[in-house]
């Protein structure tokens, strides 16, 4: 086979690749092949999803299929390289699967899209993360980037897109699901001389990060989504409000904005229409309310991210003042499609009333986590068994939490539940900004509802006394409920102050704040009760109610417990039985971890 | 004005950068953290009487959010990850075992100066959770063992954290 062939390799440097070592894959692919003296074009990719199995690494000989290799080490990397990139002999062992609309397909390597992983999903604005060089707009532009916002403007007519969009169902990905179509048509009948479109990048939800992925691995799509909504409103400033802690996506976003600006997208004149459209980065702060639209705009014009008390809506009056339009990362990647591709298309995928595909992040107790894409209306069960090849080591499913602070825990009895805004939310919980984390058996519900109450009342701004005391006194009941300390009438109690917080707060944090208690409350009250009533944590997580102790007949004597136990809690005799002294146990767990005979009990 | 340890070199560029535009004292207070890793007392101060602003309106928006620190932290700022995929994969035990081993808290910086132990509500990356930072690097499925090993990289002769 032809060794002179002119050989790509692309590696996945998206946040999860590099948190895998990806940086070192990727200085090593190019020693080696410099070494070998390969002539090989080296560069660079984003996310494509599958961050099970970070780092990835692509190797395209040219007319030949793509190959995706999955845990890329330092070992790995050089037998891809010597074998595949060398001599187009690929490494099967190491190969995770081909895309032979590169070219000629490889015997024994499964094709791409018909991984388990991938044969459920649709990607659409997933469509180009992991396979274009975010930081190319020549990629962008060859992959048809650029033509939605030239056919916007060739029309003429700011209410061309509107129409397109509303025709086509778009719903805010952000969580609300507000039509987006109708928001622009708001703001675009709004009289003033100075308009806004912001971009919501402060992706605050602990647990999500498609827009992470999708500003890191696709910048293009996001301005050209932007330009489209400020044409049509009439906007000729932009904003894009990303969260500090994600600094890859704020400097590929940067580069996106110059190269947007040289080739004439940005400026002016856009593509010499007359259009002017400039957009500018404000970096989040770190505040979890900004999210919220009126705290967003506050925080943009430097003031501390308080909500503001609606209407007016920000489409009258928004940032400083002015008609502002804020739309979500992954909302406004689905507008170029749209353009390009018709509100038909669109509205072929999903629901009645949820239209379209919805990115999630799939993380957790999941055998194969990472940014999945899917048309709306499959089920729970296929996201988690099929997409996700189900729970490890053997562990039972316990409950799927979606929509992070503000959503739910949905059980095994619910895993029919298709998923859209309407099903979920009949369900008891909601779609949220698409955050799915998988719980099994070892996870205690009481905890997961004081982790997310720990989280918002330290999040609340302070404005609302329902919110900033209310969201205190929960997290302070469960609290003492996973202390062991939880009294009669404390679950009655939680549900009262729940249905006061969210009747009686300004805004969504506040108003959603109680749904991880109430939807734990309803679906594993028998939790609680254990928690309070027998003092009993069942899932063994909650320190003060569980013991430590070591079964005689299987320990060894090895002794790694004893080693392990950072104060000095286990005596015993080397291949002699171990004993924990319960006063002296902190009930760190290290010795539980430490034992590799399952000799140690936690319960 | 300034005490020593507090530079004054940029922070007439920082202020020149935003002077005209509004909304500026969070994008200020944003270049103070960069240029000082922290907002000293001084630049506040400095920066006030510049702009005619009360100091107070500088701290309102400092103390709002979490990317602001008012103490100088220590030379390795070590982050664990709390958001929900690290807290159901045990994030909370790496906490509790680095704050053991460095006998520093949340929030805290170890006396000798070389760690401050921070908690951070999500860098995006659960699918590799749960996640932990040193500095500026990122390491993915991690366990406290994991955790405590990296540690020791960052550890030198003289101040090892275990100091106080």
């Known amino acids: ?603 | 004005m300034f005490q020593e340890g507090v530079p004054m070199e940029g922070l007439n560029d920082i202020l020149a950068k935003y002077y005209q535009s509004e909304g500026s004292i969070v994008s200020i207070l944003q270049d103070m953290e960069v240029r000082y890793g922290y907002i000293p007392e001084e630049a506040v101060s400095w920066v006030s009487g510049q702009t005619g602003l009360p100091a107070s309106r500088f701290y309102g928006v400092a103390t709002f959010y979490g990317q602001f620190h008012l103490v100088k932290p220590g030379k390795n700022v070590v982050k664990i990850c709390r958001g929900t995929a690290c807290h159901v994969k045990g994030s909370e035990k790496i906490s509790d075992d680095v704050q053991t081993m460095l006998h520093c808290g949340v929030g805290e910086t170890t006396p000798d100066g070389n760690f401050t132990v921070e908690h951070v509500a999500c860098v995006g990356a659960c699918a590799r959770a749960p996640i932990f930072i040193v500095g500026k690097d990122v390491y993915g499925k991690m366990t406290p063992q994991k955790a405590k090993k990296q540690l020791e990289k960052y550890m030198d002769g003289e101040g090892n954290g275990k100091k106080g």
């Open chain 1, 1 to 603: 086979m032809g060794k002179k062939a002119k050989t790509e390799i692309i590696v996945g440097m998206g946040t999860c690749g590099i948190t895998a070592g990806a940086s070192d894959i990727y200085a090593l692919a190019g020693e080696l092949a410099k070494a070998k003296g390969l002539d090989i074009k080296l560069s660079s990719t984003s996310c494509i999803g599958m961050c099970h199995s970070e780092v990835l690494v692509d190797v395209v000989v040219d007319g030949f299929a793509r190959v995706t290799y999955g845990n890329v080490t330092t070992a790995s990397i050089e037998e891809i390289i010597n074998s595949h990139a060398a001599e187009n002999v690929p490494v099967i062992k190491y190969a995770l699967a081909q895309m032979p609309s590169y070219g000629k397909a490889y015997d024994d390597i499964p094709v791409f899209s018909q991984l388990p992983y991938m044969n459920k999903q649709e990607r659409v604005v997933l469509s180009n993360c992991g396979f274009i060089d975010p930081l190319s707009i020549e990629d962008y532009i060859s992959h048809g980037g650029y033509e939605a916002v030239k056919k916007v403007i060739a029309t003429g007519d700011p209410k061309a897109a509107i129409e397109i969009i509303k025709a086509s169902g778009l719903r805010g990905r952000g969580g609300a699901g507000f039509p987006t179509g109708l928001k622009w048509e708001f703001c675009n009948k709004a009289q003033s001389d100075i308009k806004y479109i912001i971009c919501n990048a402060d992706e605050g939800d602990p647990g999500a990060f498609m827009d992470r992925s999708v500003l890191e691995g696709d910048p293009h799509a996001i301005i050209e989504g932007m330009l489209i909504g400020g044409y049509s409103i009439g906007a000729n400033y932009g904003y894009v409000y990303c969260r500090a802690e994600y600094p890859l996506a704020i400097s590929n976003l940067k580069v996106a904005i110059a190269a947007a600006h040289e080739r004439g997208f940005l400026g002016d004149s856009v593509l010499g229409s007359g259009f002017k459209f400039n957009i500018k980065i404000k970096e989040g702060a770190g505040a979890f309310v900004c999210g919220e639209e009126t705290a967003l705009i506050a925080s943009i014009e430097g003031l501390r991210g308080m909500p503001r008390a609606k209407p007016p809506f920000p489409a009258q009056k928004g940032l400083w003042g002015k008609p502002t339009v804020i739309n979500n990362v992954e909302t406004l990647a689905n507008v170029p499609r749209i353009i390009v591709k018709g509100a038909e298309w669109f509205s072929s995928f999903g629901t009645e009333k949820s239209k379209g595909t919805k990115v999630f992040a799939l993380a957790g107790k999941i055998n194969r986590g990472g940014l999945i894409e899917i048309p709306m209306g499959i089920t729970l069960r296929e996201i988690i068994y099929d997409i996700g090849g189900g729970i490890p080591n053997d562990k039972a499913f316990k409950a799927v939490q979606t929509g992070g602070p503000s959503g739910g825990c949905l059980t095994t009895a619910m895993l029919d539940t298709p998923v859209d805004y309407e099903s979920i939310a009949k369900a008891g919980s909601i779609v949220g900004s698409g955050g799915m984390i998988v719980l099994d058996e070892d996870n205690c519900m009481v905890n997961i509802a004081k982790f997310f109450l720990e989280f918002t009342q330290s999040e609340s701004c302070g404005k609302c006394t329902p919110c900033r005391i209310g969201t205190k006194r929960l997290y302070e009941i469960l609290e003492r409920i996973t202390n062991g300390k939880g009294r009669k009438g404390d679950l009655e109690l939680l549900e009262a102050l729940s249905e006061d917080i969210r009747a009686a707060s300004l805004c969504g944090l506040g108003q959603t704040a109680p749904n991880p208690v109430l939807s734990t409350l309803r679906n594993f009250r028998e939790e609680y009760v254990a928690h309070i009533e027998e003092k009993r944590c069942p899932a063994a997580v909650c320190k003060p109610l569980i013991t430590f102790t070591i079964k005689e007949d299987t320990c060894t004597g090895c002794m790694a417990c004893a080693r392990s136990c950072p104060v000095n809690a286990i005596t015993g005799e080397k291949k002699k039985p171990h004993f924990i002294t319960p006063e002296l146990c902190i009930k760190c767990g290290s010795c539980f971890d430490a034992c590799k005979f399952k000799s140690v009990l936690k319960k």
